[in-house]
């Protein structure tokens, strides 16, 4: 009998804590439900293409803070340690942009790859997604000529 009420009660506060922070995303916009502060991407996914091994690729995720109060990046964060995510860490005056540079590690890596960038703030929260196709740096010629 007290099992059931224990597990009714956990249940209970699972159901009530995860619905006062109901997050809604449209169209590379996210915002939570009674926040004023909202993130707005141009692009929430990019492709470099063939990069070749070795490289660090880089590339710069624009946003605005499309609310009416700061927003604030709580933490971002990527898939895997080949990628790293850097963010601004002061808050992002209303109808003011940033960037959000992830940086991908090649060294090791030759194939396609897909790594996705959490972004949590109080203006909601998004993925972002950077992919491509690492292929190996091409051998430097041997010589044809054979000396002995």
């Known amino acids: ?10 249940l209970a506060i699972c159901f009530f804590s995860n619905a006062s922070a109901q997050v809604i995303t449209e169209n590379n916009t996210a915002s939570i439900k009674g926040s004023n ?6 692009n929430t996914s990019h492709s470099f293409g063939n990069i070749i091994e ?9 946003f605005v803070n499309s609310g009416t109060e700061s927003l604030v990046l709580s933490n971002v ?3 895997c340690g080949c990628t790293t995510p850097k963010w601004p860490r002061e808050a992002i005056d209303p ?3 940033n960037i959000i540079t992830a940086e991908y590690n090649s060294q090791g890596r030759p194939g396609t790859f897909t790594k996705s960038i959490f972004v ?8 972002l ?12 010629p041997r010589s044809p000529i054979i000396i002995r």
């Open 1 to 10: 009998m007290r099992l059931s009420h224990t597990i009714a009660l956990g």
């Open 37 to 42: 502060a909202s993130i707005k991407f141009e």
């Open 54 to 62: 070795g490289q660090i690729a880089r590339y710069d995720f624009k």
């Open 77 to 79: 964060s990527a898939s």
């Open 95 to 97: 109808s003011k942009s």
């Open 120 to 127: 949590k703030s109080n203006g909601g929260e998004v993925t």
């Open 129 to 140: 997604t950077i992919s491509g196709n690492v292929i190996k740096e091409p051998e430097a």
